[in-house]
């Protein structure tokens, strides 16, 4: 009985991933995900629903829960570095931006959750906000 307790210990041990490992698994697939992709979806404003496309070139994990994501948004022909925080509720990534000025486009807040090629979260600026939501195109 007690060679079956040790065993079973054991084994349960092995089995366990490692936290560390795990979270780097993770963020390389997020980075991965975001690299040389198109965010294809929609947008709300109140009632109106409009086709939206963000293209990011590049995507970094730059230390903790900071990233720089390298993106064309909308119809600006710029493509801008964004600073975000990335936090993980589990396998799934939420991405947040608070309070971010973009080069002639405003101040921007978003909580954007990613997770299998799909993507949905909110968004706002001093004027207005909605929803958002789509797939990962590459």
């Known amino acids: 009985m007690r060679c079956l307790m040790v065993l079973l210990v054991l084994l349960a041990s092995c ?27 929609k947008f709300s404003m109140g009632e109106r629903v409009s086709e939206d496309r963000y293209q990011i070139s590049k995507a970094t994990h730059l230390a903790g829960d900071n990233w720089l994501i390298h993106a064309r948004i909308g ?9 975000v925080k990335v936090r993980w509720a589990g396998d799934t990534a939420v991405l947040m931006l608070t309070d971010v000025g973009l080069p002639g486009m405003g101040t921007y807040t978003a909580r954007v959750l990613f997770y299998r090629n799909q993507y949905a979260g909110t968004w706002g600026s001093q004027k207005h906000g909605g929803e958002m939501w789509g797939r990962i195109e590459h």
């Open 15 to 41: 089995s366990r991933k490692d936290p560390a490992s795990e979270q780097a698994r993770l963020e390389a697939e997020f980075e991965k995900m975001l690299t040389n992709a198109t965010l294809a979806g």
């Open 75 to 83: 119809k600006h022909d710029l493509s801008v570095p964004v600073p």
